[in-house]
């Protein structure tokens, strides 16, 4: 799969009242360092819930309206805000983290 769809696919995976962060999404993506990326893929995709990923530390990174769109979604999810962050104590997604598999050797 492309980065682009294993972005789109972790995003999917974050649940109703869940958040997770732009890294988060990358690292679960499999191109830790991708942030940008995810941005990328969030702006250029439909139908995402898209209001669940937000920068580091759980700080909303979009202005205006569309800020203000982002945290209204989020507590009608029932996500508690500490000042204008998201509490990520009670409210992240940890992504499962994958299990490296080994090849097995050919036994001589």
């Given at each position: 799969m492309?980065?682009q769809?294993?972005?789109?696919?972790?995003?999917?995976?974050?649940?109703?009242?869940?958040?997770a962060?732009?890294?988060s999404v990358a690292?679960?993506?499999?191109?830790?360092?991708?942030?940008?990326?995810?941005?990328?893929?969030?702006?250029?995709?439909?139908?995402?819930?898209?209001?669940r990923?937000?920068?580091?530390?759980?700080?909303?990174?979009?202005?205006?309206?569309?800020g203000?769109?982002q945290?209204?979604?989020l507590?009608?999810?029932?996500?508690?805000?500490?000042?204008?962050r998201?509490?990520?104590?009670?409210h992240?997604f940890?992504?499962?983290?994958?299990?490296a598999?080994r090849?097995?050797?050919?036994?001589?």
């Amino acid at each position: 799969m492309t980065l682009q769809a294993n972005i789109i696919a972790a995003i999917r995976k974050i649940p109703r009242g869940k958040v997770a962060t732009y890294g988060s999404v990358a690292r679960a993506a499999g191109s830790p360092g991708a942030a940008r990326q995810v941005v990328a893929t969030l702006r250029s995709s439909f139908g995402l819930p898209w209001h669940r990923v937000l920068g580091a530390g759980g700080a909303i990174k979009l202005r205006g309206e569309s800020g203000m769109e982002q945290r209204f979604r989020l507590e009608a999810e029932g996500v508690v805000f500490r000042g204008r962050r998201v509490d990520m104590k009670r409210h992240e997604f940890k992504f499962p983290k994958k299990t490296a598999t080994r090849k097995k050797r050919p036994s001589r």
